[in-house]
């Protein structure tokens, strides 16, 4: 390739070139100069509560089993044909205390008493004919002079004392058959409900054979559970040995069923075990309700064994504390406050009690200040916000 073809080749980029040179020496001389603007500050709304101090009744929440206080396996002492049953003795089955639940046959008790009771007045006479004879054996000893005290022989003791002796047995034995006879008639020992029975009309049962299973409904227990860190805001009833303390408060528990609405059992908490559960790690506290199957209330709808309930313990009162929604409190204790600017005021608080949705802080807040409830990931202090009240259902009556 010649020079010339070459410099032909090159001439236009370089007439490119120099007329874009020129054009920026021409814009760089004739700029304007632009003055720098700061970027508005981002306000964003903000939802805040008032910080009100006053007093709050804690409510302590727990779950647990609704257990009978009392079950029993019904045996009999005596054999015998079972000649009449009770129309509440059946599974499911309700029944009073002294109720008569089996009534056995009782010819054979009947007879037995009629026999020892013969026994009984035959060793009476006995024992009365003894008597007279040990009183002549005295008298004729002292009639005939002879000196000295008489022979326990002479005084007819042994054979006073062989009646005595068979005179109490036959008191024994008539009190055994009577015992037995009575024994017949099996009997409710408390007001219960039959949860599985095992014999029926014309049976015959012997001694130490189960006949069924019952459990006492005057009243039922529920074992609940207390992480020990609510331990200070429950009164515990303290009972302990022979110690009985007069007055002593059994706070209020209000049990629910998830699966009946708007039906709750009152009951009280009447103790507390002398344990902690060594799985759990927590104290077991037993709550009573009485009358659970509505027995005398036909209203409220029965409160069976085995069913399942959450309970809202009562608990201690806390005197000049804040309480404030959950949501207000990040990280475990920080809180937000809007100051007098409507700027974000990072602050600890010190958190007491957890009663969801709500958190009591005893410290940290002043009374008045304004609370901060919306989330604001990456506010930081001094952040500004603007400020909307949330107004409370009760605030707005």
């Not at 720098?36 to 804690?58: L, N, T, Y």
């Not at 009190?175 to 219960?192: C, F, H, Q, V």
């Not at 074992?223 to 302990?240: A, G, M, V």
């Amino acid at each position: 390739m010649t020079f010339k073809k070459i410099l032909k080749a090159f001439v236009p980029a370089l007439v490119v070139l120099g007329a874009a040179g020129g054009v920026s020496s021409w814009m760089m001389k004739n700029r304007v100069e632009v003055e720098p603007v700061e970027a508005p500050e981002e306000v964003r709304r903000a939802e805040f509560v008032i910080a009100r101090k006053g007093s709050h009744q804690v409510t302590l929440v727990s779950s647990g089993e609704v257990l009978p206080h009392t079950k029993s396996t019904l045996i009999p002492q005596v054999s015998g044909e079972v000649i009449r049953v009770s129309p509440g003795f059946r599974n499911g089955g309700f029944f009073e205390a002294g109720e008569v639940l089996i009534e056995l046959d009782e010819a054979d008790y009947r007879a037995a008493v009629t026999e020892s009771a013969a026994t009984l007045a035959q060793s009476t006479a006995a024992l009365a004919l003894e008597v007279a004879r040990a009183e002549q054996a005295v008298a004729a000893w002292r009639d005939l002079g002879r000196g000295g005290d008489p022979s326990d022989l002479t005084m007819r003791k042994p054979q006073l004392a062989e009646a005595r002796a068979a005179s109490a047995a036959a008191a024994a034995r008539l009190e055994r058959a009577k015992r037995d006879l009575k024994r017949t008639k099996i009997s409710a020992p408390y007001p219960g409900y039959v949860r599985d029975k095992s014999v029926d009309l014309g049976q015959v049962i012997s001694p130490g054979t189960p006949i069924a299973e019952i459990f006492a409904i005057d009243y039922v227990e529920v074992r609940l559970p207390i992480d020990p860190r609510d331990l200070e805001f429950i009164d515990l009833p303290k009972r302990y040995r022979r110690s009985v303390i007069v007055g002593a408060k059994e706070p209020k528990v209000l049990l629910r069923d998830s699966n009946i609405p708007n039906a709750p059992w009152e009951g009280r908490l009447v103790r507390a075990e002398g344990e902690f559960d060594p799985r759990s790690r927590k104290l077991f506290v037993i709550a009573q309700v009485d009358d659970p199957y509505a027995l005398n209330d036909g209203e409220r709808p029965p409160l069976k064994v085995g069913q399942f309930v959450s309970a809202e313990i009562e608990g201690k009162t806390l005197e000049d504390v804040f309480v404030i929604p959950e949501q207000a409190v990040r990280f475990g204790n920080q809180i937000k406050i809007i100051d007098d600017e409507d700027r974000i005021r990072l602050r600890e608080v010190k958190v007491i009690f957890n009663d969801l949705p709500n958190l009591v802080v005893s410290g940290g807040l002043e009374e008045g200040e304004r609370v901060c409830l919306t989330a604001l990931p990456f506010a930081i202090d001094g952040s500004l916000v603007e400020p909307r009240e949330r107004i409370t259902p009760e605030e707005s009556k």
